[in-house]
């Protein structure tokens, strides 16, 4: 049985470039992504989940099954075709009947106003390394802020701002796919700080109301084996994947602890790191206005140090025990067998969620509150009969909900989670078959069918507001 606190937000986490389609309609501008998903040909953002004119249905079936706020994305592109400059009104007005749809049905929007999806012509001119991207973010992010500020309460500024920077260049499964470049990585995560920041002051500054956060992807990483010599791979990892940019927004400059590890990487590859004073002014104000963290949470890691070649293999097909993550300097994942994993490789692991948030409060007694921004697990559902069984999903959403609930009882302030995903939707690195939502979507019909993790939810949801 889960106790949760009455107010507790159950959510659904949705990103627009995954859900809504329509990727060239009403004026949309082009995305990164665009070109890259055609060049690779193994599948297409459209329709993805055709949310673009579907959220009436969505909506209200998350009203119906117990959902009480929904975290959606605005495309930048559908705002400011190109990034900057030129309006488009019809991407205005989309985003305004969506929020309005939310509220009819009693459904808090939590909007973020950058997940994945640069503007094309900005991402060919250095994407987050060009402080160019920075200046045009702010101005797109006060558009929204005076434009939608009647409608949205809750932003979030940047999604994941570390599996950006890694995904482009040291993993290489996003656009433009470089591999093994750490000190780009570590200027991209800056300046996406950078950009936060500044946009958190100037919300602050104008006085527009509501409330501000980031989300970060955060996993915990362990000694492989419980192994003494493993744990300084295991430092290493933790400083260079949570802790840099959680000194960035927490405490407003990198500590010295920090400082060290990157420094170390830094030099062994022949990198630098670029922090103009203006940039340490803005995150210094920025940690002290700051309203919340979004954690996005959905494995951890055993890691051993490794000195070689780095080799990375993505598993991004579902075909289990394929994955493979040797990063020079860095360290390497282990699997144990004793511990599950999802037929992608995630490892299956609450206890890191809890020893994350703990980890937070210790070292960042001001981080005010969390949410569980991304939470759930991929799976190859199938529909048989009409329905979805999706016992192992509720299985994994049962145990983390756990972790949260004895994060509670330890005085850690967590006030909601999102899981992830509403409904199910195309994944970045992988496709159609990895799916997560409580609601099944047939990808050619665009028919929902509600699984029995929604039903599951339903109950919950509503027995926790009965307390
Ligand atoms: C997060 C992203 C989401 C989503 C999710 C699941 O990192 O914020 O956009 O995709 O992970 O990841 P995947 O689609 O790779 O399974």
């Avoid at 419980?226 to 802790?243: G, H, I, P």
């Avoid at 070649?309 to 144990?336: D, M, P, Q, W």
């Avoid at 697990?377 to 329905?387: I, M, P």
């Avoid at 069918?449 to 919950?460: C, D, F, V």
Wanted: hydrophobic share 35%.
């Amino acid at each position: 049985m889960l106790s949760l606190p009455k107010e507790f937000v159950f959510g659904g986490a949705t990103a627009a470039y995954q859900v809504e389609g329509a990727t060239t309609e009403d004026g949309k501008g082009p995305v990164c992504w665009d070109v890259f998903l055609k060049e690779q040909g193994r599948f297409s953002p459209d329709p993805a989940s055709d949310f673009y004119h579907e959220y009436p249905t969505d909506l209200a079936l998350s009203k119906e099954y117990g959902v009480d706020a929904i975290r959606v994305s605005i495309a930048w592109t559908r705002i400011f075709p190109n990034g900057t400059g030129e309006l488009n009104k019809k991407g205005v007005a989309y985003y305004h009947a969506l929020f309005a749809e939310c509220l009819k049905n009693g459904i808090t929007p939590y909007v973020t106003l950058h997940h994945f999806d640069t503007p094309l012509n900005l991402h060919q001119n250095g994407d987050w390394l060009n402080p160019k991207t920075i200046d045009a973010f702010v101005a797109y992010a006060d558009f929204c802020f005076a434009e939608f500020g009647s409608q949205v309460k809750k932003w979030i500024t940047i999604n994941e701002p570390a599996s950006i920077a890694f995904g482009q260049y040291v993993v290489g499964n996003f656009p433009p796919n470089i591999q093994y470049d750490l000190p780009k990585a570590i200027q991209a995560m800056h300046n996406q700080m950078v950009a936060h920041a500044k946009v958190v002051n100037l919300f602050k500054e104008k006085d527009y109301t509501g409330e501000i956060g980031i989300v970060h992807i955060l996993e915990s990483y362990y000694p492989a084996e419980d192994a003494v010599e493993n744990l300084a791979a295991a430092n290493t990892c933790n400083v260079l994947y949570n802790q840099f940019m959680l000194d960035a927004i927490y405490k407003g400059y990198y500590d010295n602890d920090t400082m060290f590890v990157i420094n170390e990487i830094l030099k062994q590859n022949d990198g630098k790191l670029t922090i103009l004073p203006m940039d340490l002014t803005e995150l210094a104000k920025a940690a002290k206005q700051i309203d919340f963290l979004g954690l996005n949470y959905y494995q951890s890691h055993f890691v051993q140090p490794f000195h070689g070649e780095s080799y990375i293999h993505h598993n991004g097909t579902g075909e289990k025990g394929t994955a493979v993550f040797r990063l020079n300097g860095v360290g390497e994942r282990i699997y144990n067998p004793a511990i599950p994993k999802t037929d992608w490789d995630w490892v299956i692991y609450p206890k890191g969620l809890y020893d994350m948030m703990l980890y937070i409060k210790n070292r960042y007694p001001n981080y005010q509150k969390i949410y569980v921004t991304e939470n759930g697990l991929g799976d190859k559902d199938q529909v048989v009969n009409g329905e979805v069984l999706d016992q192992s999903r509720i299985d994994y959403v049962a145990i983390h909900l756990k972790a949260i609930e004895q994060a509670i009882s330890s005085g850690i302030e967590v006030k909601g989670y999102f899981i992830w995903s509403l409904q199910d939707m195309f994944s970045w690195t992988n496709g159609y078959n990895k799916r997560y939502g409580l609601f099944y979507v047939d990808f050619d019909s665009q028919k929902r069918i509600p699984k029995k993790s929604a039903q599951w939810w339903k109950e919950l949801s509503e027995s926790t507001k009965k307390g």
